[in-house]
């Protein structure tokens, strides 16, 4: 990490020690929990004596300014645990983390005000918070206008539904004040753009508590954008060699024991559901004759697998590329759902590539092109396209697998990464409990950034699964295996698009393309007759035929973002044309059928 970045991370640490300090100032039977530095800020979690409102963040941001500027020096310190307890004694989370920390002594940090100040301008009284560090040397170093106090929430203690719920308080902060403010702006913008609030305006999916928390309903509207990624997917697929695989929703335990995912993956997968009677005869409690034990499938892996075994290979028939729109089923807690990016049912875009060993290179670069492509054909700058190349954690034991099959396939993830030219970071732990993987993540339109793809390299099914063709030599060898989702998620990927275009997708992609408004009844059979010519030409359209006033329509429209609203009165009927408003620009003035659906085509064509 560089020193700029550690030195900031080390003052939004101390902020959260300084909001503590603050919190105890003004509430002073407040219960302390912990407070690390986070991407972009910091936070720190109360169980507090009163509920606090919006209003009140003001005043806990006043009081962290006065104990800044007394200039306080941070003190670090090892006690015994001992002597900890007795300090933290009116603490019970200090106490119950205190207990939980390894080896006989901790650290804690005290912060005592500058002596040269008077002592009747503030409370000078220290402050003694059980931490490891590290922080900053004096509160000097902060800028008093760099820091923001932003939201509060609820957090549970330790981030279990067990636990005390406590009162979470948030802080942004910066180096500089213009850096902390082209960040608030660029928050303000992000609020904008939620997907989640679009999702609802315009008209594309819900998610109702009745059917369950995670699982999207998708309206008219959604459900017409998703078939035409789905579409275009499914095209640009066959182009590149792939051939298409269908597999249940379901498998047998058994399956989930050979690939590993029973042992490994278990924290991200349901209970088994037991198949050997009838909902009707469990609530009879009658007694299961003959019973297995089934789970919702959280990958699409074993069941391809399980493919390739139905009937030997030849080395002449590989690699397989086998592409699969498959939905899977992960454990989330609610706490953590998030509209279409945190989700508990999902439709990855998955696909195995399973190869010859020397051909493992030119299938990872022909992924990697594939995922750039992707990118490019949906708005997104690639140039800004960051990739994590995550490798496991030698001293973790979650892994499969043997040291040289690891070795070997970082070391080859790597080079075609170097090779790519990509901009790769390293992420030590980061790996999946098979392999080694690349991740994408792409900038939108504000600069936010979101992983969508992920490439990785598999040594472990294969061999799990007992996987072999016959080499040219007509013997029995182990292939390789790549994962690899393109947009990560159907649903993901959605909610990142609604951001990135804040919901006026490109022609190509808008649900609705264009909206045919008639002035009044007597143009309607206009509006039909236009109408039938666009859907000749598949474009997607709406009739605006409501009982409402001309400006309404034309308000409802555009508030549904649609790109082109076909506005039809009588000198558009007397000249055979269209007045033609467009997204954007406003007002084009009149034009011809047949020219408009020659504009609108070529937009489609071309990805505008």
Known sequence: MEKENIELEQIRHSLSHIMAQAILSLYPKTKLGMGPAIENGFYYDFLLTRTLAPEDLQQIETKMKEIIIQNQKFTKKNITKLVAKKLFKDQPFKLELIKDLPGKTVSIYTTEPDKKLQPTTYNLQPFVDLCKGPHIKNTSEIKPDTFKLTKIAGAYWKGSEKNKMLTRIYGLAFSTKDELQKYIIMQEEAERRDHRILGEKLDLFHIDQLVGSGLPLWHPKGALLWRIIEDFWYQEHLKNGYDLVRTPHIGNKILWETSGHWGFYNASMYPPIEIGQTLE????????????????KPMNCPFHLQIFKDKPKSYRELPLRWAECGTVYRFEKKGELSGLTRVRGFTQDDAHIICRPDQVEIELKKVIDFILFIYKSFGFDIRDVNVYLSVRDPKSKKYAGDNKGWKFTEEILEKVAKEKNLNIQKDIGGAVFYGPKLDFKVKDAIGREWQCSTLQFDFNLPERFDISFINDKGEKERPYMLHRALFGSFERFIGVLIEHYAGAFPVWLSPVQVSIIPISEKHLEYANIIKQKLLENNIRLEIRDEAETLGKKIRTAEMQKVPYLLILGDKEIQANALSVRQRG????????????????????????
Do not use: T, Y
Not at 282 to 294: G, I, L, P, R, Y
Not at 586 to 598: E, K, N, R, S, Y
């Open 281 to 296: 005869e469990k609530q009879k409690n009658e007694k299961v004759k003959d019973s297995e034990q089934f789970l919702l």
């Open 585 to 608: 620009k406003g007002d084009l003035g009149q034009m011809p059928v047949d020219a408009f659906i020659d504009k609108i085509n070529n937009e489609i064509k071309n990805k505008i």
